[in-house]
């Protein structure tokens, strides 16, 4: 009997916040029964959904990267964004890989951060169906190109590679600031390579395995998706999984009864002649009993749930045989219904009722057909019937150990593989520091060529400052050599007019005193021969006169000088 499903990687989360599927259906199948007397099951339950890991599991991968975060500190600088440089969500589904690449490489990390956010926000799925709509659109968009294979995506921006495997995936823990995988994985990841599920990280086909189911589903991983509706979780140790005896695989408990995998079928153990419940395995077709796995489940499990899981895992029974035509089966479908409403109404708590449902299995074991052929004392059997049993306990001694030895196996080449995946992750984490190493000093480079240039302009601006300066001092200067040269001048001038004036005045002065002397020799002439008063008269004016002028030509020259200007 294959045993409880348990966590694919150790200290892996163990709930988590529901997210986009992969197959997303706007219209979800009806709810089918499993026989005519079998009650409906849902048809998704909470265990049937993609889930992501919660805070807690981010915050202690976010812990493994803080000492590099601050080692590193990043020198943010905000800047505006252009309308003609900025790109959408639909741009990057639809665009080539180069051409957003290059686009993306001159855009600043806070508008990248708002494109993966806006993302974030559409797979969340607040706004209802119009953010259906708009994920459906994009992921037709990414899912109907031809040109996004491992070869272009090795060419893509980080954050694009990032948008592009959310979309394809319907994943929003692939844009989570905390989750940080290679490229390669992601890559891997979006050409359906690796698991979706980072908690498992498996190359696909997952243990090489070969099934019909593993080789034409795309993503599709065995150890840890449902082989009906290829989703995962974090849910372990419950009867909300079954496993296959067989192939091991994994399918959810509400997908098995939805679509009639659990049914009567003839025993496991005892052979053709009895009837009871068996899973059908979809994968391989093959059938594996339920009652001796539910046993194992409880056994192990059960006393460490609380009542809360204790009465899910009791529903979970019920919802399984309650199709069931066999005794056991029956009374096992009964005896969990009343431990149910035992525990709703409190008559009893988880542990008496934990150890009541152990009991019960301890009966059923009793009750089984094996136990009442043992039971049969002293009978003779014929030589041939007990060759006949012997080579069946032979037969199921070797089968039992030919599932070990595959599960063996299976868990070496699950190491080898997980040897090898860290192997590779180690070395892109290498490749991945000695890039943001090259970084780093090509932004210390750039830095350090801003200051100088910074230094520089500043050693500029405060010479043409001081040439500034002089230049004013200088213009001053000559505005007062300009202002004392225009006195000058004008004294010159002034200077120059009354000489000029002067010279005019003496000239006339010479004239009239020639012209004088001419008169007074006339009249001396005159006076000779016998003068008149009034020509004495006269020359006495003349004389005062000619006296007289100068002094008042000078000072009207003075006063009246019509380009004389206070200074």
């Given at each position: 009997?294959?045993?409880?499903?348990?966590?694919?990687?150790?200290?892996?989360?163990?709930?988590?916040?529901?997210?986009?599927?992969?197959?997303?259906?706007?219209?979800?199948?009806?709810?089918?029964?499993?026989?005519?007397?079998?009650?409906?099951?849902?048809?998704?339950?909470?265990?049937?959904?993609?889930?992501?890991?919660?805070?807690?599991?981010?915050?202690?991968?976010?812990?493994?990267?803080?000492?590099?975060?601050?080692?590193?500190?990043?020198?943010?600088?905000?800047?505006?964004?252009?309308?003609?440089?900025?790109?959408?969500?639909?741009?990057?589904?639809?665009?080539?890989?180069?051409?957003?690449?290059?686009?993306?490489?001159?855009?600043?990390?806070?508008?990248?951060?708002?494109?993966?956010?806006?993302?974030?926000?559409?797979?969340?799925?607040g706004n209802g169906s119009q953010h259906r709509e708009e994920f459906f659109?994009?992921?037709?968009?990414?899912?109907?190109?031809?040109?996004?294979?491992?070869?272009?995506?090795?060419?893509?921006?980080?954050?694009?590679?990032?948008?592009?495997?959310?979309?394809?995936?319907?994943?929003?823990?692939?844009?989570?600031?905390?989750?940080?995988?290679?490229?390669?994985?992601?890559?891997?990841?979006?050409?359906?390579?690796?698991?979706?599920?980072?908690?498992?990280?498996?190359?696909?086909?997952?243990?090489?395995?070969?099934?019909?189911?593993?080789?034409?589903?795309?993503?599709?991983?065995?150890?840890?998706?449902?082989?009906?509706?290829?989703?995962?979780?974090?849910?372990?140790?419950?009867?909300?999984?079954?496993?296959?005896?067989?192939?091991?695989?994994?399918?959810?408990?509400?997908?098995?009864?939805?679509?009639?995998?659990?049914?009567?079928?003839?025993?496991?153990?005892?052979?053709?002649?009895?009837?009871?419940?068996?899973?059908?395995?979809?994968?391989?077709?093959?059938?594996?009993?339920?009652?001796?796995?539910?046993?194992?489940?409880?056994?192990?499990?059960?006393?460490?749930?609380?009542?809360?899981?204790?009465?899910?895992?009791?529903?979970?029974?019920?919802?399984?045989?309650?199709?069931?035509?066999?005794?056991?089966?029956?009374?096992?479908?009964?005896?969990?219904?009343?431990?149910?409403?035992?525990?709703?109404?409190?008559?009893?708590?988880?542990?008496?009722?934990?150890?009541?449902?152990?009991?019960?299995?301890?009966?059923?074991?009793?009750?089984?057909?094996?136990?009442?052929?043992?039971?049969?004392?002293?009978?003779?059997?014929?030589?041939?019937?007990?060759?006949?049993?012997?080579?069946?306990?032979?037969?199921?001694?070797?089968?039992?150990?030919?599932?070990?030895?595959?599960?063996?196996?299976?868990?070496?080449?699950?190491?080898?593989?997980?040897?090898?995946?860290?192997?590779?992750?180690?070395?892109?984490?290498?490749?991945?520091?000695?890039?943001?190493?090259?970084?780093?000093?090509?932004?210390?480079?750039?830095?350090?060529?801003?200051?100088?240039?910074?230094?520089?302009?500043?050693?500029?601006?405060?010479?043409?400052?001081?040439?500034?300066?002089?230049?004013?001092?200088?213009?001053?200067?000559?505005?007062?050599?300009?202002?004392?040269?225009?006195?000058?001048?004008?004294?010159?001038?002034?200077?120059?007019?009354?000489?000029?004036?002067?010279?005019?005045?003496?000239?006339?002065?010479?004239?009239?005193?020639?012209?004088?002397?001419?008169?007074?020799?006339?009249?001396?002439?005159?006076?000779?021969?016998?003068?008149?008063?009034?020509?004495?008269?006269?020359?006495?004016?003349?004389?005062?006169?000619?006296?007289?002028?100068?002094?008042?030509?000078?000072?009207?020259?003075?006063?009246?000088?019509?380009?004389?200007?206070?200074?």
């Amino acid at each position: 009997m294959l045993p409880p499903r348990q966590q694919s990687r150790a200290g892996g989360p163990q709930t988590s916040l529901s997210l986009v599927p992969l197959d997303t259906r706007l219209s979800p199948e009806e709810p089918r029964s499993n026989s005519d007397n079998l009650r409906e099951s849902p048809t998704e339950s909470a265990s049937s959904r993609e889930t992501w890991p919660t805070a807690d599991a981010i915050a202690s991968k976010k812990i493994e990267n803080g000492k590099a975060e601050i080692d590193c500190p990043e020198q943010s600088v905000i800047r505006r964004v252009s309308s003609a440089d900025k790109i959408s969500l639909q741009d990057i589904a639809r665009e080539r890989v180069d051409v957003i690449c290059e686009k993306m490489h001159h855009l600043p990390e806070e508008f990248l951060e708002e494109l993966k956010n806006g993302l974030r926000v559409i797979l969340e799925g607040g706004n209802g169906s119009q953010h259906r709509e708009e994920f459906f659109i994009l992921q037709k968009l990414v899912q109907s190109r031809s040109d996004l294979t491992a070869k272009t995506l090795i060419r893509a921006h980080r954050v694009q590679l990032e948008i592009l495997v959310a979309i394809n995936t319907g994943i929003q823990g692939f844009l989570h600031p905390s989750i940080s995988l290679s490229q390669t994985s992601l890559i891997e990841i979006f050409v359906y390579k690796r698991c979706r599920n980072i908690a498992c990280q498996s190359q696909l086909p997952a243990d090489d395995c070969t099934c019909e189911t593993c080789t034409n589903s795309n993503g599709f991983c065995n150890l840890c998706m449902c082989v009906v509706c290829s989703k995962f979780d974090f849910e372990v140790n419950t009867c909300r999984w079954i496993g296959c005896d067989l192939c091991s695989h994994w399918t959810h408990t509400d997908c098995a009864i939805r679509e009639q995998l659990i049914c009567m079928g003839p025993s496991v153990k005892s052979g053709a002649g009895a009837s009871e419940m068996v899973f059908r395995c979809q994968a391989c077709n093959r059938t594996s009993e339920l009652l001796g796995w539910v046993k194992d489940v409880f056994q192990h499990c059960a006393p460490s749930w609380d009542g809360e899981a204790l009465m899910r895992e009791l529903d979970f029974v019920s919802r399984i045989f309650h199709g069931s035509k066999d005794q056991r089966g029956r009374k096992l479908f009964w005896k969990c219904d009343d431990l149910k409403e035992k525990l709703k109404t409190g008559k009893v708590d988880a542990k008496a009722a934990c150890r009541a449902i152990l009991m019960v299995f301890q009966e059923l074991e009793m009750d089984s057909p094996k136990s009442l052929e043992n039971s049969e004392g002293g009978r003779l059997i014929a030589p041939q019937e007990a060759c006949n049993r012997i080579a069946e306990v032979v037969q199921e001694a070797i089968r039992k150990m030919e599932i070990v030895a595959d599960e063996k196996m299976r868990m070496f080449k699950k190491a080898r593989l997980a040897l090898e995946a860290c192997d590779r992750e180690l070395a892109d984490k290498a490749r991945e520091a000695a890039e943001l190493k090259m970084d780093r000093q090509k932004k210390k480079v750039q830095i350090e060529e801003l200051e100088r240039i910074v230094r520089l302009k500043t050693a500029e601006s405060d010479m043409f400052q001081l040439k500034a300066n002089e230049a004013k001092r200088e213009a001053e200067k000559l505005q007062r050599i300009a202002l004392a040269k225009s006195d000058k001048s004008e004294e010159e001038y002034t200077s120059n007019y009354l000489k000029q004036k002067l010279s005019e005045a003496e000239a006339e002065k010479q004239y009239l005193y020639e012209k004088i002397k001419l008169q007074e020799s006339s009249r001396v002439s005159q006076s000779s021969s016998g003068g008149d008063p009034s020509s004495m008269l006269m020359y006495s004016k003349i004389h005062d006169l000619l006296y007289s002028v100068p002094p008042k030509a000078d000072s009207q020259s003075n006063e009246c000088h019509p380009f004389r200007t206070n200074p």
